[in-house]
Nanobody, 115 residues
Framework: EVQLQASGGGLVQPGGSLRLSCAASGFTFKDYEMSWVRQAPGKAFEWVATISSGGVIISYADSAKGRFTISRDDAKNTAYLQMNSLKPEDTGVYYC????????RGQGTQVTVSS
């Protein structure tokens, strides 16, 4: 069973940083590209970033470029999202996601950016 558990969210002031982690299990992690998506209150899901198998190809949404860094540790079956210079509009629930027989998205972690 595919399981994805995001953690590391919290309340942070504008300009602050957070590092999110995604612990994965139930599939061969190193063979799959991993993504982060988020959902702000009352809004649709928004793609944030993707890292390929092996970490060679990385892409970001325009809203994340220059501020967020996606990475992975295949030895730990874990993906990360380092978020710097956070803005109030980054507030939402963040999920890691993988495409295995369709999109899979585990339990998210709440990020709140507020003074």
């Amino acid at each position: 069973e595919v399981q994805l558990q995001a953690s590391g969210g919290g309340l942070v002031q504008p300009g602050g940083s957070l590092r999110l982690s995604c612990a994965a299990s139930g599939f061969t992690f190193k063979d799959y590209e991993m993504s982060w998506v988020r959902q702000a209150p009352g809004k649709a899901f928004e793609w944030v970033a993707t890292i390929s198998s092996g970490g060679v190809i990385i892409s970001y949404a325009d809203s994340a470029k220059g501020r967020f860094t996606i990475s992975r540790d295949d030895a730990k079956n874990t993906a990360y999202l380092q978020m710097n210079s956070l803005k109030p509009e980054d507030t939402g629930v963040y999920y890691c996601a993988v495409m295995i027989n369709g999109p899979r998205r585990g339990q998210g972690t709440q990020v709140t950016v507020s003074s």
